[in-house]
């Protein structure tokens, strides 16, 4: 089943919220790159990252990118996996390698992703919700998801379900 597109974000005009085609490959291999580099000290190999981005627009199966816009350029990404829960017998999203560009924090990017991702499990029957993980000393982060109402639980992640 195809997923339904995400819709412009009407309330800020200047954001815009679309899945990721082929030519942002090399955005966001840098924003992989740069988001492990700050969040754990991580330095990874630029060819492997490559083969990895690509990988997800070569075989969907592996997941689907969507990027925001922010005045015309690429200012957030996240990759969106699916998962079958037969508690569920729906599918739950999870929100994996989400990254903001520092110059674009505080702007509310990811909260107009995740509202848009989480209207999409609503208007879906097929799917159940959203998960991520978080880092457990990402406070910011923490914050966030809480604020959005996503819940932690005794397995560190946070979820959201329909």
Excluded at 6 to 15: I, L, M
Excluded at 36 to 41: G, Y
Excluded at 145 to 161: I, K, Q, R, S, V
Aim: hydrophobic share 40%; net charge negative; with cysteine.
């Amino acid at each position: 089943m195809e997923e339904p597109a995400h819709p412009h974000v009407p309330d800020r005009p200047t954001t815009r919220i679309r899945p990721a085609t082929r030519d942002d490959i090399e955005t966001i291999v840098d924003m992989q790159i740069r988001m492990a580099r700050e969040s754990e000290l991580l330095q990874l190999d630029r060819p492997i990252v490559v083969k990895g981005v690509t990988a997800v627009f070569d075989d969907p199966t592996h997941g689907r990118y969507w990027v925001a816009e922010f005045d015309n350029a690429v200012a957030a990404v996240m990759l969106i996996i699916r998962e079958w829960s037969d508690w569920r017998n729906a599918d739950v999203l999870w929100i994996h390698s989400l990254y903001v560009i520092p110059e674009a924090r505080g702007r509310g990017l990811f909260t107009q992703m995740y509202n848009a991702l989480k209207q999409q499990v609503l208007d879906c029957p097929n799917l159940a919700g959203l998960r991520l993980y978080v880092e457990r000393n990402n406070a910011p982060a923490r914050r966030t998801y809480t604020n959005l109402g996503m819940t932690a639980n005794h397995y560190d992640l946070f979820e959201w379900l329909k």
